[in-house]
Nanobody, 120 residues
Framework: VQLQASGGGLVQPGGSLRVSCVAS????????MAWYRQIPGERREVVAA???????NYADSVKGRFTISRDNAKNMVYLQMNSLKPEDTAIYYC???????????????WGQGTQVTVSS
């Protein structure tokens, strides 16, 4: 199983950006999917999470600005980021709990990270 993130880049303050992540490989189910972010030298923090049923949670710092969604048929998770601020600058990582065989438990996987820079 691999997670591949894409869509990062440079955006001006107040702008928008969408990052995407696709899970590939032998997959028999995906439970929780989430986005984390990390600034060099700091701890990785959860930004948003979504269950297989669509329940969502957000970090207080992004509520009202970011929206997480998923496409279960495509094994994808998205993060729409609006009203971006310089403090949103970080490497964004996707994360998912994936079952790789019919009888196995769910294992946690991480994507490689995509850089988001908010600057004028």
């Amino acid at each position: 199983v691999q997670l591949q993130a894409s869509g990062g880049g440079l955006v001006q303050p107040g702008g928008s950006l969408r990052v995407s992540c696709v899970a590939s490989g032998t997959i028999f189910g995906i439970n929780r999917m989430a986005w984390y972010r990390q600034i060099p030298g700091e701890r990785r923090e959860v930004v948003a999470a979504i269950t297989s049923g669509g329940s969502v949670n957000y970090a207080d710092s992004v509520k009202g600005r970011f929206t997480i969604s998923r496409d279960n048929a495509k094994n994808m998770v998205y993060l729409q980021m609006n009203s971006l601020k310089p403090e949103d600058t970080a490497i964004y990582y996707c994360n998912a709990d994936v079952r790789g065989s019919p009888l196995s438990r769910f294992y946690e996987y991480w994507g490689q990270g995509t850089q988001v820079t908010v600057s004028s």
